[in-house]
């Protein structure tokens, strides 16, 4: 049967802002201060589902759940061991929750996630899907605290492929946080976000004084903004044909130093990693000196340290 007094982290807006910012002062509060924290998850354990390989994410975890004091065990869906294909999801989440104590799980789609985290009496932690990535939101926004001191009046830029997991969180971040987000992608539908993503926030946005934009010209797009953001235009899928085919598309949205140029005097910029130099962006800007991807990328494990935390020790 379903758990519904169990809370679960499926996307950024699983938490309210006041969460969300808690969970960002918390992060940083463990990176000061880590010996403060070595006790809060003793005895506990993670399991840690993970059907795509992942460095950043796996490597957060598990130091996250050591630090913390507890353990993890990690476990490979592959071909041999698929999700929902020996066994349903439902017999699976039934008997992990008897076993462990938070679950994270990297999964191809929003179903699957959603079908765990439906029938897991313990707290499910989306590692990605095809819908979100909230482990890398509070890992950007505590880099982006650490830079800027505030959420309040910022711009942020995302530039390329914007109909992706990633994208489609930031959004979501943005506009729980008040924040203005242009989103600069090809006027075509299969590189905008989703129309359930905008509405969600435009919601947000009515709530908390945010603004969404979707823009097709990327000079415009970094105009005076403070944060500008790319991602992997390349996925797992992707075969060698298909890459060309959308080099030739996206290569206008490219952040170059050009582009860059424009963004405020203060502007930082952000790339969740792996990053291809040449691609996305080039390498004058990523290797630039107001780039932070190592910042970001270190902030995995302490914004992971805070969400286990949360979630670990929340209150019934």
């Known amino acids: 049967m379903p758990f519904a007094q169990t809370r679960h982290l499926m996307t950024i807006t699983s938490l309210t802002k006041e969460e969300f910012i808690q969970l960002v002062d918390l992060a940083i509060a463990m990176k000061t201060n880590p010996q403060d924290f070595v006790t809060r998850c003793q005895h506990k354990t993670l399991l840690a589902l993970f059907a795509k390989p992942s460095l950043r994410t796996r490597v957060s975890l598990e130091t996250a759940m050591t630090k913390l004091g507890g353990h993890t065990i990690y476990y490979e869906l592959g071909d041999k061991a698929p999700l929902g294909v020996k066994e349903t999801i439902e017999d699976t989440a039934e008997v992990i929750s008897r076993m462990v104590d938070v679950c994270s799980a990297r999964l191809p789609t ?79 539908p299969d590189f905008k976000p989703v129309q359930e993503v905008m509405d969600e926030c435009a919601k947000l946005n009515a709530i908390h004084g945010g603004k969404t934009i979707v823009l097709h010209d990327v000079k415009v797009a970094c105009k005076d903004v403070d944060i500008v953001y790319c991602d992997s235009w390349m996925s797992y899928h992707i075969t060698k044909e298909d890459k060309a085919k959308r080099l030739a598309v996206l290569m206008p949205y490219q952040i170059n130093a050009e582009n860059f140029g424009l963004t405020t005097e203060r502007s930082i910029f952000m790339n969740c990693l792996p990053a291809a130099r040449g691609e996305e962006q080039t390498a004058e800007v990523i290797d630039g000196p107001k780039s932070v991807i190592y910042q970001e990328a270190g902030n995995r494990l302490w914004s992971a340290m805070a969400v286990l935390d949360f979630f670990i020790n929340q209150k019934k």
């Open 110 to 188: 929003r179903a699957m996630m959603e079908e765990l985290a439906k029938f897991s009496s313990i707290p499910c932690l989306n590692a990605l899907d095809d819908w979100a990535h909230p482990l890398q939101m509070v890992c950007d926004f505590v880099t982006i605290k650490e830079k800027f001191g505030k959420f309040d009046g910022l711009k942020m830029t995302y530039s390329g492929d914007c109909m992706n997991n990633v994208t489609y969180d930031l959004m979501r971040a943005c506009a729980l946080l008040g924040m203005e987000m242009r989103v600069c992608c090809p006027d075509h």
